[in-house]
């Protein structure tokens, strides 16, 4: 058998599962005291060239609240044409179409290597991708600029039979009429009103066909949309590519005065009350992607995150503190519920935000966290990181599909001696109670089901699990665990498809096979999980709390890590950060997930191949040059005395074409990094002593500080200038806590 | 006559009716056997008799009238000598009515004829008034005989008439008295003059309608009326000064002996009391006269049972008397003989005349009897005897009468039965007195003869009668129309039940004959310097010069010499009150307010009342300080202001200052009167265009956005040589509001929906509101755009009150005044602030809860207008509704906010396009002030206490108007506080501040300063009817609001005969209370009075929508003098002969009045009528329709053909006059005689009963009269 390295590697690669313990526990008492809990790290899309979906329907057990999908572990009897449920054990018999199986003849999905399938399901008509941008004009005019050439950019990245639509929003929110000859048409809201989602879609006249087109008749929004000429709004791209290019140049900032010493209204908060209204009004349960480009904090009207007043800064992580952020409480209320309703809806809200100062995504992130969205957080729409961000969102895969799906729902199904706690991730619960939901509640729990309502090949949930087998049930041996994700979502073509992913693992006594549960352990996905565990807790609880909660488990060196990180710590980061920051660790993979726990540091040198280095302040010298990969951030960082060759022109001399080499090969190294990572991380080349080194600095364990330099000689690395603990001080702390808390 | 007249004293004068009624039955006599021709004989006859008279009362009369004061005082002398003294030289009129009713008592004929020759001369106005019958016929002095003979002055004649009608009104009152032979009598005889001839003549048909009777009643009839009219042409001159007079006489001779007598026989007939019983109840007296015609034959008798005039006054006595009584009138008091003897006189004369002529022409009245039996009977018989009794109190005496009059005249003939029927005769008689008259005066009989052939052509012509008298005797015509009501009443009677019923329209005061004669005395251009003038009518032409005192063009007064107190105020219950037109459009050759500037400590001001300065500062010490007109403050000259007086005490640079030497200016305001101490903006006018359903499919929506492209180049400027200031927007609605961007670097126009009604905001503001010159290729993309956009639509229900909401936040935002026009259709429905649902419920009419429906559905709309006028937003409202859109609840906006209300109800864009583009047109171009406010500030004694008009008050001073276009007008009311001085007079100054069209800030200043007067006889001299008008229809139509209409017509009708009760109490010279007496100034109160009564708003007739009632109602309110009056009477002229330059005379608003054969042009500053007669001439049809065709006419065109003759160049030439005078378009309907169309034209022929109920005007006259004399009892 292989290791276990090379099984839980191609266990990720098949099915895109990663445990933090491939042999579970088989008792309560057990799982509890291995501190870490079974879980899992779970990629519902995870990109599979190599799997061609079945045009077929799964076969479901027929018992009710079970419905599991026929999987390679059911037994079957191929003379009575019979299978059994590995999860209720019910017999069921083969539809009709499966008359024809025997041994040698198996249905795909009764073969091992498919443990994961996909179904491609004729459900109704294929919906349509719905795109609605939300644009904010409250930018100053060359940012507004480069926002319009993207957004036009975009349409013709769209798939023509996709529909777009466009509000735009300042002081007022415009929904703009698409269809229109001649003249531009809009409708336009005040942004100072909080509006329902009937006021909305009457005010659009979308009452009637809303309730004649979609709900009735769902098979066809989209030839309602296109015959109908009620879906103004929503046009095929086709059909108003030009109009709407058009449109998009002409778009003015928002006329309104702003007078001195004043923020320009800007009413985020309604515009996505009108947007999400919108979409609820006319494509219910039908994916769509609404795309909010901001430049700035919602100003005014329900969602505001601070006044207009400049001499009112917006709120910092002190002012939370202090309790004195008067309208976060509310705004957040605002965006949650409007993030619910999107969600209910199978709609994606994604944040675009392009500002110096912070726009509020503290108050707004879970507007994309609970639907699926990007958050995307750059200084300008008038730069790289943005444009190329976005330009990415509409990237395709191997099959020139969208790497996007949308209205997903994920259900976990698990085998009698399991449940399901909670999954952290961008989704929202479907509050679907089953027999294999715990009542131990860790991320989003009580149900079985949850909405992820956009996908992206990367999307990766966390999924926790408890054992209730008691211990004095033993699982006989031998005996295996199971669980089954079955994903049904609409996929970038318009295709509804059902994922399904079922697994097994081996029962484990852990007294006597301590052994080999330990040797099970998955020390990354383990990390990754409890560093979401944490996230989630830090969200919703004290800070100080949360960090004392993540002393107790210990995970090694990540802890340390993520100790420091932003995911933790708002010291150093602003709450738009950090809700940004967290944002991303709850839904990136694994890998992306631990560089950002712990960014990685390659350091280049005349003195051979680039090679990992601690994220140490040791690493730091004078002739290397560093690459740290934070997953946010992509520094390059030439040491002292490299910086002073660059900057004395040696590369440019022919005899020192070595260094010039030296001196690429980082940035052929980042331009790789930067070529697959969404969103952009903010790229920095510096250098000793530049200001921006503070990137590289800051993540780098402090192991020669102000306070020790001296013991430590000069030789060697560069000191930091922080009270912070070096890794040193922390482990030294962490066995002297092992030693007292075991006791 | 009486009616006008008099006040005068006339009423002693009864006596001298009686005389009349001598002369009349005299000639009634005559009458009777003698045929129409024989009214022309005895005409001469009369003449002959009457001669005398005139001469003698020419004499009087001359002194009177022909040397004005001194006429006067002749009059004066007679009866109201004394009191006259005075009026003569204040009023005129009032002093001429006097001399009348002097006469008139003395003598009415006599006094007539000749006080009115001379007195006319010299004051044709006051006298006109009155006498405009009676006097003019001074000719009559000739004329007495004239009159009766001269008839020329037929209309005056019939003014006399109705002046002794009136008196005959008295009479019936009196009329149980002695007086009601005598009226009778004293009407006889004027009216006699005029009236009987009519009454025979038309007794038969002529008068009454000369229906029946075409021919020779017709001939009768007119001659009648000519003769009235003749008379009062002679009397014109007396008019002027005496005429009055001479109808006084009239009803004097009524009166006086009579008094009881008169009324009987009056009542019965009478002059008086024919016309005052015909004018008031005519029936009744129809009634009677009927009877009496029936039953006499006789009644010719009966109407000389006015011979009960006769009997009261011996014929003899009469007849001889009537020279003798003259001149004894008009010295005065031989009342009882005099009277007697004059009316006698006159009446003798007649009556010698007559009886001669009376035979010839007494003949027809025999004919005339016949058909007046046959006409009479049916009206006659029943009515007569009942009538006569009603009319009196009079009855009594009538029966007394009668038998006298029976005795007297042909007492012997039907005294008996006749008694009755005499009084009824006696209105017949009456009438035959007027042929009796016209028999007299060969004159009438001449008359008729003409006007016979004018009735030939146009029987009802008796208009045409009355044109040509009016031309003689337009001064006089009033007074002898008293005669010609004689005569007319009898005519009525004679012709038919029906035309019985109707006094006889002529006899009573015409306001045509008023305003033709104000247009001629007003010659030269009137100066504003007199303090306590009054102005010259608002029909009448003429230029104003500046001399102190705001023009009437800006400010008009009811009264112009105020009572000193509150008391007299009071007892009088004349309302003190101003029609202030603040920003009116003056003509071409008046300059236009100047633009003071006093600098930056702005202008000056009173320091206790902030009155700011006027010529009424009164500068002393040298200069150095200024004593407040109004509140007698002294303030210091501020250094900069400092100018040395001159010897006199004025100024040196007094005529340098517009503000120190005129009664109108503006001050440059500063920025202490500006809103938040900030300069204003421009204004901006936004546009909003209703695109639901009804409005694209009528096509409004088209028009307007067509007629907008080129009508944005005439927005409001006060440089002819700029551009426009003012900035323009565009939003169209339906259930849902769109703006729209065209802001001027757009390619094309944007629009942005607003669909959150409930709750109105203004989606953009750069791009809203823009410059018509930067932004022009956008703006009419747009308006191309618009129809096209909406063509599909399916939306029918719309909204509204979030429609000016977006209005008033758009220029909120843009932090500037404007004005909103409104393009709405429908009752505004949807669900949104302001939602209405149809209340139109026709059970509530007539009940206490009617007032309700007008009154706003829902607050809503009043605290929005409060909003809007604190933003200075002007709401223009176009209506094109097709079923009820409650325009009370509507209009609450715009009506608060100084804005205007079209309405085009079942707009089709064929037909009525040109009206509302017109309308469109003129309302975008007019000159319009934003912002405003108005206070008045007035001598202390009296106060401004109530507005009437279009604005918004928060508190009780100050006049808030968010517009004020230069239609706009306010009516202010003033009530007393303390008591005012004669020396001082009293003092107002409008003062108005507002922000022009160029967006400058400005005051503009008017004064106006007034007498006072410790006599009520000044203040009825000086008073001015139309604005009196005004007044009350403001009063009125608010008062629905909170009121039941039937008690504020009550109101009305009380205050009004309280203010003619009040006259005749204390102004008139003792006469009968049978009498009615009409103050000079006011005699037209009554019919105007009853137009605004039978108003669609106080009466409305079945087919009169709530919306129009609420439409009229808001429209009334910022009316100006002029508007009210045509509105209230229309203008109806006959189109025969056009003349450049001048206009036909136009004719009453009666039926009566049209010929079949004419055309008519009726104008009521709202519609415009051309009215065809059935069996108009091919030749005018040639020249109008360019068919000779009848039947080809199509009366669905909206424009006449453009026909290449001078008459129909110089009809549309009239037909464009027309509409440029009036702040609103108005359309012409054509309508051909008994066609549908007819229905409608009728309702404005005001003098007629209309089909809703409301009264004719001589029902109404008659109903005043009781009314009055209810009062005086």
Redesign the interface.
Known sequence: MATYQEFIQQNEDRDGVRFSWNLWPSSRLEATRLVAPVSCLFTPLKERPDLPPVQYEPVLCSRANCKAVLNPLCQVDFRAKIWACNFCFQRNPFPPSYAGISEVNQPAELMPQFSTIEYIVQRGPPAPLIFLYVVDTCLEEEDLQALKESLQMSLSLLPPNALVGLITFGR?V?VH?LS?E?????????GT?D?SAK?IQ????LMKPAAAGNQGRPAAPQDAAASSGKFWFLQPVHRVDMNLTDLLG?LQRD???VPQGKRPLRSTGVALTVAVGLLEGTFPNTGARVMLFIGGPPTQGPGMVVGDELKTPIRSWHDIQKDNARHLKKATKYYEALANRSAVNGHNIDIYACALDQTGLLEMKCLSNLTGGHIVMGDSFNTSLFKQTFQRVFSKDYNGDFRMAFGGVLEVKTSRELKVCGTIGPCVSLNSKGSCVSENEMGIGGTSQWKVCSLTPSTTLGIYFEVVNQHNAPVPQGGRGAVQFVTQYQHSNTQKRIRVTTIARNWADAQSQIQHIESSFDQEAAAVLMARLGVFRAESEEGPDVLRWLDRQLIRLFMFHLRRSPFLQVFNNSPDESSYYRHHFVRQDLTQSLIMIQPILYSYSFHGPPEPVLLDSSSILPDRILLMDTFFQLVIYHGETIAQWRKAGYQEMAEYENFKQLLQAPLDDAQEILQTRFPMPRYIDTEHGGSQARFLLSKVNPSQTHNNLYAWGQETGAPILTDDVSLQVFMDHLKKLAVSSSA | MNVNQHTPMASPYGQPQPGYGHPGYAPLDGGYPVPYAPYNGPASAYQPGALPQDYSPFTSFPSKAVAATPVSDLSSPLDLGPARGPPTSGPPPVSVPQPFNQYSPSQGDVQNGPPPMTQAPPRPAASQPYNQGAVNPSGPHSSYPQHYGPPPSMQQVTNQMTGMQINSGPPTAAGPGYVPPHSSQPPISTAYSAAPPPAYSQASPPASSAPPQPPPPSGPATSQQYYGSPQSPSQQPFNSSLPPTSQQQFTSPAPPPPSSQQTFPPSSQQTFPPSSQQTFPPSSQQTFLPPSQQNFPPSSQQTFPQSSFSGPMPPPSQAPAPPGSQPQQSFSPAQPPFSSAPPPVSQPAFISGPPPSAQGSFPPRAPPPSSQSGSFPSAGPPPTSTPSSQYQGPMPPQQQHPPSQPSPYHAGPSPPSVQMPPTSMAQSNHLPPGPQGPPCPPGPMQQPPTQPGMQGGYPPQQNGAFGQVRGPQPGYAGPYPGQPNYGAPAPAPAPAPPAQKRLDPDSIPSPIQVIEDDRAKSTEPFTTGVRGQAPPLVTTNFQVKDQGNASPRFIRCTAYNMPCTADMAKQSQVPLAAVIKPLATLPPDETPPYLVDHGEGGPIRCNRCKAYMCPYMQFIEGGRRFQCGFCSCVTEVPPHYFQHLDHTGKRVDCYDRPELSLGSYEFLATVDYCKNNKLPQPPAFIFLIDVSYNAVKSGMVGIVCQELKSLLDYLPRENPEMDSVVRVGFVTYNK?L??YNVKSS???????????VS?M?V?????FLVNVNESRLVIES?LD?IP??FADTRETETVFGPVIQAGLEALKAADCAGKLFVFHTSLPIAEAPGKLKNREDKKLIGTDKEKSLFQPQVGFYNTLAKDCVAQGCCVDLFLFPNQYVDVATLSVVPVSTGGSVYKYTYFQAQSDQERFLNDLRRDIQKLVGFDAVMRVRTSTGIRATDFFGSFFMSNTTDVELAGLDCDKAITVEFKHDDKLSEETGALMQCAILYTSCSGHRRLRIHNMAVNCCSQLADLYRNCETDTIINFFSKYAFRGVLNNPTKAVRDTLINQCAQILACYRKNCASPSSAGQLILPECMKLLPVYLNCVLKSDLLLPGADVSLDDRAYLRQLISCMDVSESHVFFYPRLLPLLKLESGSLPVAVRDSEERLSKGGVYLLETGLHLFLWVGASAQQELLLNIFGTTSFSQIDPSMTSLPVLDNPFSQRLREIVDSFRAQRPRYMKLMVVKQEDRAELIFRHFLVEDKCASGGASYVDFLCHMHKEIRQLLS
């Open positions: 007022m415009q009429e229109c001649g003249i531009a048409k809009s409708y336009v809201f005040r009103k509006l006021q009457e005010m659009l006249g002409e006329p309104w005065p | 849902v769109h703006f757009l390619a094309q126009p944007q629009m942005l929906v607003v669909s959150d709750d905001f989606p953009l503001l750069d791009g747009l755009q096209e956009m």
